[in-house]
């Protein structure tokens, strides 16, 4: 099993915590990730990381696919990539309307689409064989709609780019994970109960039989979970005081199960209700949205916390990782700010 560190993304004051990504590195953790949202980027603290550490790969998780066009997520892909050694992984995502819309200012159109049209732009352009070209429903390159001047000609990338770098995509939905396992070489989602591989297995299979009908005609090798990876974010906290640990668990859920979206389209709410828990993400939603959050942290179920983290003493964690391990999840991005819950973690997994 791999063990990543999720560095995440700052709050109102820039920081990154160096030493606890030296710590990872120094114990053998496999990758770091960083995010964005609507504040720091998931880049610039991903190549302050990369400069002060050696060996652990350096992941996006996410980049948001809105916020930049495919081109400049392909340079910036290569660049860090060659300044670090081959250490990155290009981890991307459709975000959600709010933040699309309400931030970046641009229509949220079809995100398994885009999705599809992105990475494949992407690809092109690491593959240098030939000047780029593309012409789908959310990017034409060259660029020959309204406004356009008709000086746009197809480039061949400068810099020479690392064919195989990595891509992972961020989903939960269905249809999400079925495309990850299409154009993807691995799928980041936000939470995973690993006794439910159900939920995500005949998706992935979906998304490997489409891959494999273009892999055959190339003479590639077929995609299954034998070279995808799968990398759920697994919160770590370490403690005696059971129900403490859980409370930060609790915040975060509420926080994304009852307001990261609106009343019909959250996703995070759709998957708790996936995951078996219908009547209590509704209550969740209904509490969060009318501003009662403490009411709303409170109803999470202890027995979700339980399934998707890693919390209390050493050996219940212990134990917990053995259900992980049985289900043979490869990857789990940890987000922890214990030294000693990483040192654990590292002893029980790697």
């Known amino acids: 099993m791999r063990l990543g560190l999720t560095a995440g993304y700052s709050g ?48 996006t998780a996410i980049m948001q696919m809105p916020a930049r066009t495919p081109a400049m997520t392909a340079m910036t ?35 398994l689409t885009r999705t599809r049209e992105y990475v494949t732009i992407v690809r092109q352009i690491l593959a ?37 770098l990595p891509i992972y995509t961020a989903s939960i939905s269905p249809n999400g994970v079925a495309c990850s396992a299409e154009v ?21 299979d979906k998304g490997f039989s489409r891959a494999n009908e273009e892999r055959r005609k190339r003479g590639l090798p077929p995609k299954s979970l034998a070279n995808f990876d799968i990398a759920p974010f697994v919160t770590c906290i370490l403690g005696d005081d059971l129900e403490k640990c859980r409370m930060p668990v609790k915040g975060m859920l509420a926080l994304y199960v009852g307001g990261m979206g609106a009343r019909g389209k959250n996703f995070y709410n759709d998957y708790v209700k996936r995951l078996g828990y219908e009547a209590e993400a509704i209550k ?6 009318s501003g009662k959050k403490a009411e709303a942290m409170a109803a999470v179920p202890n027995s979700l916390v339980d399934a998707i983290a890693l919390v209390g003493p050493k050996e219940r964690i212990r134990d917990r990782i053995e259900a992980w391990k049985a289900h043979k999840v490869p990857t789990l991005l940890i987000g922890s700010g214990q030294p000693e819950a990483l040192r654990l973690l590292a002893e029980l997994c790697l």
Do not use: C
Request: proline share 7%; glycine share 14%; net charge negative.
């Open 77 to 111: 892909a290569m660049t860090l990539d060659a300044l670090s050694g081959g250490r990155f992984i290009l981890g991307l995502g459709p975000s959600g309307p709010q933040v699309v819309e309400g931030w970046h200012g641009v229509a949220y159109g079809k995100p």
């Open 12 to 59: 109102a004051q820039m920081s990154v915590n160096l030493d606890f990504v030296l710590e990872a590195e120094r114990l053998g953790f496999d990758s770091v990730w960083t995010a964005e949202a609507y504040g720091s980027d998931a880049v610039a603290p991903l190549a302050w990381i990369g400069a002060r550490t050696t060996k652990i790969r350096l992941g």
């Open 184 to 204: 993807a070489d691995g799928l980041l989602p936000v939470w995973m109960v690993p006794e439910r591989f159900e939920l995500f297995q005949p998706d992935l």
């Open 128 to 164: 240098r064989e030939g000047p780029l070209e593309f012409k789908g429903e959310h990017y034409e390159i060259p660029y020959k709609g309204a406004g356009a001047s008709g000086l746009g000609k197809p480039l061949k990338s400068i810099l020479h780019g690392r064919k195989d």
């Open 284 to 289: 969740i939603q209904d509490l969060y949205l």
